[in-house]
């Protein structure tokens, strides 16, 4: 008898075929590769009846979640199958890769104070002194020891196979760079739940086998116990634990009542802790997760740097296999936005932006469009004085072809900035947005007009017009930054329905940093007709370097 096990896959996955590999060979089944592409992934086994229910009850058991593949159906095969791809008959799972039924056997039992022995070589420093080659009972007193001292407010450095950290309930220092940045890890899905803003899907991301980061506002009673970062209130980045040995000390730490440490990237040197040779290191992803389950990597520099949207969309259509043509978004938050329609080897804009960047002409541009226009720059002088001053005292010279920068011109005559600077108005905007905890803003408006040139562009002026009528009704800020966002993924999934029908095309390529935000994220889903086929970079970075 033969099964044949289909899975659906957007990246590699090398742990999948290893689990399965070494499941079928505990059943002593035959077992050979069905389907290889970039999407899909067929397992073929084939024993008796008996042996494939019991390699299909441990695949049940023993497949952890992931955010890579899912498993799609298991269908009957008649007869021997032929012309299959055969397998190394040798797992290719590393020492340190372990499913989570065989983490949990690595922590102690109810009752008894013994750990069963590490399958690699650890060194523990405590006290001034080495000690190596521990088991049972000797192990579970060395992480006790390391459990200790952080409870007692101190840091450890510990080994994990994304490099060495330090561990400790509160973090030493404040930085928002790069690496540099702390990593807050609550110690389980429920601590997650109880100390942020977080959605089930959020929650399913980050317990899957990839270990994702994910940025997360932390709820505003806790806010006191992020002392490691310097604005938590607009996000922090959460993992949970992601190796053995992490998993282990989370295990006594946890029996203490505690709900989550700091991690900060740490320097070689001595201290003490735990340390091991880190030959097989897990990659680190950040992702964003919208409210329906889509899963987008969000490190830029994921598969390499990509110098311009030309090369990007290049590489989106090959990976996405979108040999005839597609609708390309690309929305950013520095590089600038494009619209194209994709026929085979032709690329045409569909959409022209071109923003100015003068706060003070645009406030006479609106003063002096009609009666409404003079109106509403009267009742917005008397009402916010010191504000309407320092949008006309605002002269600025350029043109920009970012539709983010006049969010960020949005949050400008919003009063989220002091000077106007287009980069440091947008993060106020997207800023605020994030605060924000309802469902739905006030509707900005995002009228279109005809240019000379035939083509569509945004009536940004009017933007401006309707984020200043809303201000003057009282609306506050959170909730009117939110609605700009709101609004603009509202814009969007408008226009692609009427780009699709205009042009008969259904698919659409999505791409850019502003899809990393999860509330625009959910809001262009959540907008745009069911009917279209969106596709997302893969295995691509998701913005381009401009």
């Known amino acids: 008898m033969w099964l044949n096990f289909i899975f659906r896959r957007t990246a590699p996955v090398p742990f999948l075929e290893s689990i399965l590999i070494k499941e079928a060979k505990k059943e002593s089944l035959r077992f050979q590769r069905s389907l290889f592409d970039s999407f899909s ?58 499913t989570p039924l065989e983490m949990e056997a690595f922590l102690p039992k109810e009752g008894e104070r013994s750990l069963r022995s590490l399958p690699w070589r650890v060194s523990f420093w405590l006290q001034g002194e080495k000690r190596e080659n521990l088991e049972g009972e000797a192990l579970y007193e060395a992480f006790e020891a390391l459990a200790k001292k952080v ?3 101190e840091s450890i450095l510990i080994t994990t196979r994304r490099g060495l950290y330090q561990l400790s309930l509160k973090g030493t220092k404040k930085t928002q760079k790069g690496e540099n940045k702390p990593l807050f890890m609550p110690l389980d899905v429920a601590s997650a739940e109880l100390l942020f803003r977080v959605c089930e899907p959020e929650l399913n991301a980050l317990a899957t086998w990839e270990k994702p980061r994910i940025e997360l506002a932390p709820k505003g009673v806790f806010l006191d116990r992020f002392e490691g970062a310097l604005y938590p209130e607009s996000g922090v980045e959460v993992l949970l634990p992601y190796d053995l040995p992490l998993m282990i000390l989370s295990h006594f730490l946890r029996a203490h009542e505690v709900e989550m440490v700091v991690l900060e990237r740490a320097l070689e040197g001595e201290g003490e802790g735990l340390f091991y040779e880190n030959s097989e290191p897990l990659e680190s992803l950040k992702v964003c997760v919208s409210d329906d389950s889509t899963v987008l990597v969000t490190d830029r520099e994921r598969g390499g740097l990509i110098p311009d949207y030309s090369t990007l969309i290049s590489k989106l259509l090959e990976e996405n296999h979108l040999h005839e043509g597609a609708l390309a978004l690309h929305l950013s938050h520095y590089a600038p936005s494009y619209f194209w329609l994709i026929q085979g080897e032709a690329r045409r804009s569909v959409m022209r932006f071109e923003l100015p960047l003068n706060p003070a002409l645009l406030w006479q541009e609106i003063a002096q ?27 600025a010279q350029g043109v920009s072809e970012n539709l983010n920068d006049w969010v960020g011109m949005a949050g400008f005559f919003l009063g989220l900035q002091e000077e106007w600077n287009p980069k440091g108005a947008q993060e106020a905007l997207w800023s605020k947005a994030k605060a924000f905890l309802g ?10 007009k005809k240019e000379e040139s035939g083509r ?60 990393s935000n999860r509330a625009f994220l959910s809001k262009i889903l959540q907008y745009t007709p069911k009917h279209l086929q969106l596709h997302f970079p893969l295995q691509t970075p998701l913005d381009f370097v401009s």
């Open 151 to 153: 409870l007692e407010g």
């Open 456 to 515: 569509v562009g945004l009536d940004a002026t009017r933007v401006i017009r309707s984020c200043m009528s809303f201000k003057l009704a009282g609306i506050d800020d959170e909730t009117l930054a939110f609605g700009v966002i709101d609004s603009l993924a509202e814009f969007w999934g408008n226009l692609l329905r009427d780009m699709s029908e205009n042009f008969a095309q259904e698919r659409v390529i999505l791409s850019g940093s502003l899809l």
């Open 369 to 395: 469009s009609g009666e409404t226009g003079e109106s509403l720059t009267q009742n917005f002088s008397r009402e916010f004085p010191e504000l309407a001053k320092r949008i006309q005292n605002s002269q």
């Open 439 to 448: 469902a739905k803003g006030p509707r900005v408006d995002f009228p279109l």
């Open 41 to 98: 992934y067929g397992f073929v086994v084939g024993g008796e009846r008996e042996s494939l229910l019991r390699f299909s009850e441990n695949l049940s058991k023993n497949l952890p979640l992931s955010l890579f593949f899912f498993f799609i159906k298991v269908e009957p095969l008649e007869g021997e199958p032929l012309s299959l791809e055969s397998l190394a008959e040798n797992p290719t799972q590393g020492v340190m890769d372990f």
